[in-house]
DNA sequence: ATTGAAGTTTCCGTATACGATTTTTGCCAT
DNA sequence: ATGGCAAAAATCGTATACGGAAACTTCAAT
């Protein structure tokens, strides 16, 4: 056995098609790509300067991961529909207070301090009015302790319908008197975190989706013109 | 519109990389891959008389999926981790209770005898001391009620950990103790939902988890040098 | 103006080829 | 015989090219 030359990383260098997918996955993840753009192997693969196959790679397994659809004319975000909405929002009543309950008992303070980092942030730009930053740190501190979840196989299973989230959350964050309740209920969550308090963590979590899909329903039903685009997508 | 040649798939004709992935994942599924074979693109790739592009294409998902492990000297069958099975207990448990509540408010009485024949076969196999025949009769059964959930999302999350759940089981069903514990645990459940009774739908197959886990744990005391195996692999 | 059909474009799936990396094999020196 | 080094083989990742299908566009006829 020897360790001579240090193992770097335990798979070597990533592929392209991983930097690929990561990278496109963080811009989906942040919300940098639209309702109706279309990602096309070429152009992917133009902009990072290789070919077809690893842009297509990258490609083919966000769709894997449900990330992306693949239509006939490149590759484009799930149509979400409203049911699928409804459908997640219970999934994460199932899922996110354990997660919570779990990040609670196994963050470190690091982590911590970055999430209040966060809700500050998200406060700030609160009280300045800004929609754009406070959706931007709302978004790092949902990341945040998501990334914290020490059960691999349950963050691998709330990260898969991120995007859905993300494409919800955008919706209700159109209406800045959604902004002081999200910050509240993110500033309760981290308050029971830092408290290692698992059981309130789980509260608040189950308490802040209830809140959110409340939020989305109020949304929807303000702006049912909106809605019926995702069907009619014209 | 001609349908003079038959468009055979509504969704035009699966690709060859979806084909070969299917034909694999049922070899997979049958256990007709050992723990020592590799899978290599070209030999996939000769054996289906294309080339290295499809088959490359369907190991890679199946990689994804979970099925496989990519290394770098062809395509194995995964490690799967203690840790990561204790996981995906959690998981399951958090899952397959509201999944079988629903089931049971949504189930049509054609796929619930179904599920009766699957029950009625694994008791033939059981009786018959079959260890391959209740595999497969347990396999339906599950299988069959999962394709039942109305919830798309949850059923897409469950779906995710099939693999691992299979792999778990093939361990635990080593011993024939535990099939009838299996039987019975089916009916169980099976007999909650032919009355629509969710709160004891959940009950059973909560109650099934935790005597997966306990079978589970039970097997690799019992056989602890296989255990030892997914970490050395030689 | 609307509709339908033919032509064009776009884009995906697949084939083949090449370079890089890792593993194996063979050989030589101690 | 054993250990190490170098050559060879195996296999993966990527590049480029071609064919076909779906969608879009154009244009003419009603």
Chains 1, 2 share one sequence.
Not at 25 to 50: M, N, P, S, W, Y
Not at 178 to 183: A, C, E, T, Y
């Amino acid at each position: 056995m020897r360790f001579a030359v240090a193992p770097d990383q335990p798979t070597g260098a990533p592929s392209q098609g991983q930097i690929i997918r990561d990278e496109l996955l963080g811009r989906l993840q942040r919300g940098e790509i639209g309702i109706d753009d279309r990602l096309v192997d070429t152009a992917v693969a133009a902009e990072f300067g290789v070919s077809r196959m690893p842009a297509r790679d990258a490609l083919k397994r966000l769709v894997h991961e449900g990330y992306l659809e693949a239509t006939t004319r490149g590759f484009m975000l799930p149509r979400v529909t409203h049911r699928e909405i409804l459908e997640i929002f219970d999934l994460r009543r199932l899922l996110e207070p354990r997660a919570v309950a779990l990040v609670a008992q196994a963050i470190g303070t690091p982590q911590l301090a970055m999430l209040e980092k966060c809700l500050a942030d998200a406060r700030h730009a609160t009280r300045l009015g800004n929609t754009e930053l406070m959706f931007k740190a709302s978004e790092r501190f949902r990341n945040g302790w998501i990334d914290a979840i020490p059960n691999a196989s349950l963050k691998q299973a709330i990260q898969r319908y991120m995007t859905q989230v993300q494409a919800v959350r955008m919706l209700t964050f159109r209406d800045p008197a959604n902004h002081p309740l999200i910050v509240d209920g993110n500033a309760a969550l981290h308050e029971a975190l830092a408290r290692r308090d698992a059981v309130a963590a789980a509260d608040h979590i189950l308490r802040f989706v209830y809140e959110g899909e409340r939020a989305y329903l109020a949304a929807v039903k303000a702006d049912l013109k909106h809605m019926s685009q995702t069907a009619k997508s014209a």
